[in-house]
């Protein structure tokens, strides 16, 4: 009890935390991208915008539109925020600390819990469009949750090829399938599933990209279109629960990409899997900490080189493209590591 | 289901506890508290590019996002129906080629829906507009 409340805590900060990082990082990171200079007023190289936003949002005063559905709009952004927090819940961010495994909660089933609990945030989009009384809000949320609902089923297929490698539904299970190494080609590799499902990462990835409403995928919110797609009636800390809901969202997902794909916590030479020490419990945090960070800075490397998809090139990638493709790797999957061939090397 | 079962589920509940009591207090006590509340007619109306609103915001939107989703409660109910499968196909070795023969036609079941959507052109935002047109033609 006491040592779960410990870790929600510490989760929970963590991700509140990165939030204003990762924010003050896209904006740095696409001015330089652009040459430009990025916000360099507030604090010394403006490392305290972050901070004043959120103050401003904090004092801002709320509009509710007239004629809004109330009390789905009062309730929409805490629907979007909650659900890709709670599903950090069953990410491992470390290996364990005595007989503590450093998780909030290690569900047998993790892999279905995150998939699960996450893609609910889609309801706070869809109810926040919906409920804001406003055209581009309603054609926002809907365009929203259509992106959401199609990705989602080429992300859930990519994830059935690792299972049948990893052979296991739990996090930390499947980390600690990937401490090992293996060699591809007379290459010694860590036995990272990205190395052995190549296919599958890529199309998880995009999957990823398209889930969150990141660039090349951020229709949803597209504001040259739509001003600003779902969330454009709302203001104060209602809109700040969207923003961060979006982040979170990120942060949740890199953590995903990070447990199933890249090895989870474990980096050969640093950390131990067998030790349970408080050292390399904090060695195994920083490794997870430290990978999360590099996959969520490529999010921001993309968003600022890739231009926008149109609508219709957006569905049909994720139908024709990654939906068929992540289909015919599990068949790969399945041919090559089948039960007669044996186990996995 | 042994009691590990439930205490990490009670986990993800004090975990949730803990996230909601953040979003509580901060959008309906603090900020509640320090923002003004000066509402005004003029302000609180729909944004619509600063024009007055025409006609309801609930607007009729294209019945293929019904499609759309129709087709992903199908294809995400295969997907949880893989996912058991999955997990265990390793340990299947005993059965042979069967168990990998058996989701083959399960998938392949599944696969002539999404040919037939394909076909359709439901799939095909732009292409499905000619096809209305085709059809208004006399």
Same mark, same amino acid.
């Given at each position: 009890m006491g040592a779960t409340l410990a870790k929600s805590l510490f989760v929970l900060l963590a =991700?509140?935390?990165? /939030?204003? !990082?990762? !924010?003050?990082?896209?904006r740095k990171l696409s001015a330089w991208i652009q040459d430009r200079r990025g916000p360099n007023r507030v604090g010394p190289w403006g490392v305290l915008q972050p901070v004043a936003d959120a103050v401003k949002l904090l004092f801002k005063?709320?509009? *509710?539109?007239?004629?809004? +559905?109330?009390?789905?709009y009062r309730w929409a952004p805490a629907l979007a925020f909650v659900p890709p927090m709670l599903a950090f819940a069953a990410i491992p961010f470390g290996n364990r600390i005595g007989t503590e495994s450093?998780? !909030?909660? +290690?569900i047998p089933v993790g892999v279905l819990f995150v998939l699960t609990i996450g893609s609910l945030s889609v309801y706070g989009i869809a109810f926040g469009g919906w409920a804001s009384n406003n055209k581009w809000a309603l054609l926002g949320g809907v365009r929203s949750s259509a992106q959401m609902v199609s990705y989602e089923v080429a992300l859930g297929l990519a994830l059935v090829s690792v299972l049948m490698v990893s052979g296991n539904v739990g996090m930390q299970e499947i980390v600690?399938?990937?401490?090992?190494?293996?060699?591809? #080609?007379? %290459?010694?590799?860590? &036995? @990272?599933?990205?190395?052995? $499902?190549? %296919? #599958?990462? /890529? /199309?998880?990835?995009?999957a990823a990209f398209a889930e969150n409403n990141r660039l090349p995928f951020d229709l949803p919110e597209c504001e040259t279109e739509l001003v600003a797609g779902y969330h454009t009636e709302y203001s104060s800390m209602r809109f700040a629960l969207f923003f961060m809901g979006e982040y979170v969202a990120m942060i949740t997902m890199s953590g995903l990409a990070v447990t199933l794909f890249l090895g989870g916590w474990h980096l050969d030479?640093?950390? +131990?899997? +067998?030790?349970?020490? @408080?050292? $390399?419990? #904090? *060695?195994?945090? =920083?490794?997870?900490? &430290?990978?999360t960070l590099a996959v969520l800075l490529v999010y921001i490397w993309v968003r600022w080189t890739l231009p926008r998809f149109r609508y219709d090139q957006l569905m049909g990638l994720g139908w024709k493209g990654l939906v068929p493709l992540a289909l015919a790797n599990v068949a790969a999957t399945a041919l090559i590591w089948g039960p007669e061939a044996g186990t996995m090397p | 289901m042994s009691p590990t079962f439930y205490s990490e589920y009670a986990n993800v509940l004090i975990f949730f506890l803990v996230g909601a009591a953040f979003v509580v207090l901060n959008v309906a006590v603090v900020s509640r508290l320090l923002r003004p509340h000066t509402a005004e007619a003029n302000k609180d109306s729909t944004y619509e590019c600063g024009e007055p609103t025409v006609g309801s915001a609930w607007v009729r939107f294209d019945i293929r996002f019904y499609t759309v989703a129709l087709v992903f409660i199908v294809f995400d109910v295969e997907v949880a129906f893989l996912y058991p499968w999955a997990v265990v196909f390793q340990r299947l070795s005993g059965a042979g080629p069967f168990a990998l023969l058996e989701m083959l036609i399960f998938v392949a079941i599944l696969a002539v829906g999404l040919v037939y959507v394909w076909a359709k052109g439901d799939l095909d935002w732009v292409k499905s507009m000619d096809a209305q047109a085709d059809r208004a033609r006399p």
């Amino acid at each position: 009890m006491g040592a779960t409340l410990a870790k929600s805590l510490f989760v929970l900060l963590a =991700l509140l935390h990165l /939030v204003p !990082v990762l !924010v003050y990082l896209e904006r740095k990171l696409s001015a330089w991208i652009q040459d430009r200079r990025g916000p360099n007023r507030v604090g010394p190289w403006g490392v305290l915008q972050p901070v004043a936003d959120a103050v401003k949002l904090l004092f801002k005063e709320e509009v *509710i539109p007239a004629g809004a +559905d109330r009390g789905l709009y009062r309730w929409a952004p805490a629907l979007a925020f909650v659900p890709p927090m709670l599903a950090f819940a069953a990410i491992p961010f470390g290996n364990r600390i005595g007989t503590e495994s450093l998780v !909030v909660s +290690d569900i047998p089933v993790g892999v279905l819990f995150v998939l699960t609990i996450g893609s609910l945030s889609v309801y706070g989009i869809a109810f926040g469009g919906w409920a804001s009384n406003n055209k581009w809000a309603l054609l926002g949320g809907v365009r929203s949750s259509a992106q959401m609902v199609s990705y989602e089923v080429a992300l859930g297929l990519a994830l059935v090829s690792v299972l049948m490698v990893s052979g296991n539904v739990g996090m930390q299970e499947i980390v600690r399938r990937q401490t090992g190494s293996f060699s591809l #080609a007379g %290459v010694p590799l860590p &036995a @990272w599933n990205v190395f052995q $499902q190549p %296919v #599958a990462f /890529v /199309v998880f990835m995009a999957a990823a990209f398209a889930e969150n409403n990141r660039l090349p995928f951020d229709l949803p919110e597209c504001e040259t279109e739509l001003v600003a797609g779902y969330h454009t009636e709302y203001s104060s800390m209602r809109f700040a629960l969207f923003f961060m809901g979006e982040y979170v969202a990120m942060i949740t997902m890199s953590g995903l990409a990070v447990t199933l794909f890249l090895g989870g916590w474990h980096l050969d030479p640093f950390t +131990d899997p +067998d030790s349970g020490t @408080w050292a $390399q419990g #904090a *060695i195994s945090v =920083l490794v997870f900490g &430290a990978k999360t960070l590099a996959v969520l800075l490529v999010y921001i490397w993309v968003r600022w080189t890739l231009p926008r998809f149109r609508y219709d090139q957006l569905m049909g990638l994720g139908w024709k493209g990654l939906v068929p493709l992540a289909l015919a790797n599990v068949a790969a999957t399945a041919l090559i590591w089948g039960p007669e061939a044996g186990t996995m090397p | 289901m042994s009691p590990t079962f439930y205490s990490e589920y009670a986990n993800v509940l004090i975990f949730f506890l803990v996230g909601a009591a953040f979003v509580v207090l901060n959008v309906a006590v603090v900020s509640r508290l320090l923002r003004p509340h000066t509402a005004e007619a003029n302000k609180d109306s729909t944004y619509e590019c600063g024009e007055p609103t025409v006609g309801s915001a609930w607007v009729r939107f294209d019945i293929r996002f019904y499609t759309v989703a129709l087709v992903f409660i199908v294809f995400d109910v295969e997907v949880a129906f893989l996912y058991p499968w999955a997990v265990v196909f390793q340990r299947l070795s005993g059965a042979g080629p069967f168990a990998l023969l058996e989701m083959l036609i399960f998938v392949a079941i599944l696969a002539v829906g999404l040919v037939y959507v394909w076909a359709k052109g439901d799939l095909d935002w732009v292409k499905s507009m000619d096809a209305q047109a085709d059809r208004a033609r006399p």
